[in-house]
């Protein structure tokens, strides 16, 4: 113990780097699969670097060039904050509860793990960008010298803050709440390639990269885009303002490090809140929501209050919804947004959510068992089956009429809002009744071990069947209420378009609980086959 305490903290950075080096050979050595991502991430990596660093190079001498890599900093940098918080689990090292126990003073443990943190793809990549973008700004030898300390800075700026993040949000990355962020990383991600999409597009109708200069004067005065900003301000001879900026970016690295450091602190001397909240819970009596209050006696509302704890409490079935519902939004009102979209986009948000309740059965996994006790006829199987229909209702009619609303306020075409909801309605209907019959007919497990896995394995092909099986037939369901909204527009009939309100909504309740009746027999009828194929994963 007092041989490892002794142990001078210089001495600490290359044996964390051996061990960084020592973990990823060995997470290589597990299977072949990780060693084949792995080299295809690396090779990815490196085109992807390769591409920015040559696009950053023949933006040299453009005369916005400092407000395109002041910004693509500024999102680099964005990116090294919110990744720990979406994938804590992708490097061992990110955790430092696993050092806790070590006899090392936090001081040292940083800068030792600030060194191993520079060996990885994600460090390199940073490199890569940072170096282009000094080539793309550096005119003269005061911004050669200021590149020197400028791309060195932004990328231990970079790793400071995700290493900062991580420390002090452990407790939460290693919590189910934690969990629930990873599993909704991917709902980040579609987001963000839907705002990164606008965004090119409001940049090519505003004229060019001129558009960015206004944002871009903010950012570089904001770590570590503000490190880049200060070459561009030592090669235009503000060499005052220069200095500012970079000094601006080392106050931050300070900064973070002092964050990492107490947070090392406190997770060395303090304990784990969260365990010290579980212990105390038994003893809390649960709160109620209230909602048991508004839903129907018996069965049913059992079963809707049990379908609806899913829906907040379960991760994989909370990811689901929220993705739906974000794409759902997303969709119709960015569309609308850029001027080319359509009304009729709103029924987008019907159909993400019609999606839920494909593979009813599949969402209760192995615990479908005690669901199977209940059922004994075609009776029990409706009244279940119904059940978990109305709680999706209780979402989706209310989220599908605020999503039409929202597109024709955008659009300014309320005329156009009865058809469009009618239309929505009966879609929900149509993909209520196919989802129902599916549920019956091709049900198939979700895998509780992973966070990316929504389907056995080699259960696949049902898992398509029932899905895209299922929205065809919706669709062809959907035909009589779509046909009859083309021919009232083509024979002049506006004025009547209002019709189609009733008429879609009531179609959809029709189509709904027939599709429900036809499933009740097949699903008391194939428990046995049910219960086998749910619980594979």
Same mark, same amino acid.
């Given at each position: 113990?007092?041989?490892?305490?002794?142990?001078?903290? $210089?001495?600490?950075?290359?044996?964390?780097?051996?061990?960084?080096?020592?973990?990823?050979?060995?997470?290589?050595?597990?299977?072949s699969s990780r060693t084949a991502a792995f080299v295809t991430s690396l090779v990815v990596t490196l085109l992807l670097a390769a591409g920015q660093l040559i696009g950053l190079i023949a933006l040299r001498g453009n005369d916005h060039a400092a407000s395109v890599v002041v910004l693509l900093t500024a999102v680099l940098a964005l990116g090294w904050a919110v990744?720990?918080?979406?994938?804590?689990?992708?490097?061992?090292?990110?955790?430092?509860?696993?050092?806790?126990?070590?006899?090392?003073?936090?001081?040292?443990?940083?800068?030792?793990?600030?060194?191993?943190?520079?060996?990885?793809? *994600?460090?390199?990549?940073?490199?890569?960008?940072?170096?282009?973008?000094?080539?793309?700004? $550096?005119?003269?030898?005061?911004?050669?010298?200021?590149?020197?300390? $400028?791309?060195?800075?932004?990328?231990?700026?970079?790793?400071?803050?995700?290493?900062?993040?991580?420390?002090?949000?452990?407790?939460?990355?290693?919590?189910?709440?934690?969990?629930?962020?990873?599993?909704?990383?991917?709902?980040?991600?579609?987001?963000?390639?839907?705002?990164?999409?606008?965004?090119?597009?409001?940049?090519?109708?505003?004229? *060019?990269?001129?558009?960015?200069?206004?944002?871009?004067?903010?950012?570089?005065?904001?770590?570590?885009?503000?490190?880049?900003?200060?070459?561009?301000?030592?090669?235009?001879?503000?060499?005052?303002? $220069?200095?500012?900026?970079?000094?601006?970016?080392?106050?931050?690295?300070?900064?973070?490090?002092?964050?990492?450091?107490?947070?090392?602190?406190?997770?060395?001397?303090?304990?784990?809140?969260?365990?010290?909240?579980?212990?105390?819970?038994?003893?809390?009596?649960?709160?109620?929501?209230?909602?048991?209050?508004?839903?129907?006696?018996?069965?049913?509302?059992?079963?809707?209050?049990?379908?609806?704890?899913?829906v907040w409490r379960d991760p994989k079935t909370k990811a689901a919804w929220v993705t739906a519902l974000a794409i759902g939004l997303i969709v119709p009102l960015f569309n609308a947004l850029q001027g080319t979209g359509s009304i009729y986009f709103a029924c987008f948000a019907a159909g993400m959510l019609g999606i839920q309740m494909y593979n009813q059965f599949g969402?209760?996994?192995?615990?479908?068992?005690?669901?199977?006790?209940?059922?004994?006829?075609?009776?029990?199987?409706?009244?279940? &089956?119904?059940?978990?229909?109305?709680?999706?209702?209780?979402?989706?009619?209310?989220?599908?009429?605020?999503?039409?609303?929202?597109?024709?306020?955008?659009?300014?075409?309320?005329?156009?809002?009865?058809?469009?909801?009618?239309?929505?309605?009966?879609?929900?209907?149509?993909? &209520?009744?196919?989802?129902?019959?599916?549920?019956?007919?091709?049900?198939?497990?979700?895998?509780?071990?992973?966070?990316?896995?929504?389907?056995?394995?080699?259960?696949?092909?049902?898992?398509?069947?029932?899905?895209?099986?299922?929205?065809?037939?919706?669709?062809?369901?959907?035909?009589?209420?779509?046909?009859?909204?083309?021919?009232?527009?083509?024979?002049?009939?506006?004025?009547?378009?209002?019709?189609?309100?009733?008429?879609?909504?009531?179609?959809?309740? &029709?189509?709904?609980?027939?599709?429900?009746?036809?499933?009740?027999?097949?699903?008391?009828?194939?428990?046995?086959?049910? &219960?086998?194929?749910?619980?594979?994963?």
């Amino acid at each position: 113990m007092s041989t490892v305490s002794a142990t001078p903290a $210089a001495s600490l950075a290359p044996i964390f780097i051996r061990l960084k080096l020592s973990l990823l050979r060995n997470g290589l050595h597990q299977s072949s699969s990780r060693t084949a991502a792995f080299v295809t991430s690396l090779v990815v990596t490196l085109l992807l670097a390769a591409g920015q660093l040559i696009g950053l190079i023949a933006l040299r001498g453009n005369d916005h060039a400092a407000s395109v890599v002041v910004l693509l900093t500024a999102v680099l940098a964005l990116g090294w904050a919110v990744m720990p918080l979406f994938f804590p689990s992708g490097d061992e090292t990110l955790d430092p509860t696993r050092l806790v126990m070590l006899p090392l003073r936090p001081g040292p443990l940083v800068r030792a793990l600030l060194a191993a943190s520079l060996v990885g793809i *994600g460090p390199l990549f940073t490199l890569c960008l940072t170096v282009g973008s000094a080539l793309a700004l $550096a005119h003269g030898v005061a911004a050669l010298l200021v590149s020197v300390v $400028a791309v060195p800075l932004t990328l231990l700026v970079c790793v400071a803050l995700a290493r900062a993040v991580a420390a002090g949000n452990i407790r939460l990355l290693t919590s189910r709440k934690g969990r629930d962020l990873a599993v909704l990383s991917g709902l980040v991600i579609a987001v963000g390639i839907q705002v990164v999409n606008f965004g090119a597009q409001r940049l090519g109708e505003s004229g *060019g990269l001129s558009a960015l200069d206004p944002a871009a004067g903010i950012a570089r005065w904001v770590p570590p885009a503000s490190a880049i900003g200060a070459i561009d301000s030592a090669s235009e001879g503000s060499y005052g303002i $220069a200095v500012a900026q970079l000094a601006l970016s080392g106050a931050a690295l300070l900064a973070l490090l002092w964050w990492w450091q107490h947070s090392l602190t406190k997770l060395m001397t303090s304990p784990d809140g969260s365990t010290l909240a579980a212990a105390s819970e038994p003893t809390r009596k649960e709160s109620s929501t209230g909602l048991h209050h508004l839903l129907p006696e018996g069965r049913t509302g059992t079963v809707m209050q049990r379908s609806l704890r899913y829906v907040w409490r379960d991760p994989k079935t909370k990811a689901a919804w929220v993705t739906a519902l974000a794409i759902g939004l997303i969709v119709p009102l960015f569309n609308a947004l850029q001027g080319t979209g359509s009304i009729y986009f709103a029924c987008f948000a019907a159909g993400m959510l019609g999606i839920q309740m494909y593979n009813q059965f599949g969402q209760d996994t192995s615990a479908f068992w005690m669901v199977a006790l209940t059922i004994s006829s075609t009776k029990d199987a409706y009244a279940e &089956l119904r059940a978990r229909a109305l709680a999706l209702l209780v979402i989706t009619l209310p989220y599908t009429a605020l999503v039409t609303a929202l597109t024709a306020a955008l659009l300014g075409n309320w005329e156009a809002l009865p058809e469009v909801l009618g239309l929505s309605f009966a879609l929900l209907g149509a993909m &209520l009744a196919t989802g129902a019959v599916a549920s019956a007919r091709f049900p198939y497990s979700i895998p509780q071990d992973s966070a990316y896995k929504n389907v056995a394995p080699g259960q696949g092909g049902l898992a398509w069947i029932s899905i895209f099986g299922g929205m065809i037939s919706a669709a062809v369901l959907c035909a009589p209420v779509i046909a009859l909204t083309i021919w009232m527009h083509a024979s002049g009939a506006d004025s009547a378009l209002w019709l189609m309100l009733p008429v879609g909504a009531a179609y959809g309740l &029709l189509i709904g609980w027939a599709g429900v009746r036809v499933a009740a027999p097949q699903t008391a009828n194939r428990l046995p086959e049910i &219960l086998t194929a749910v619980s594979k994963g």
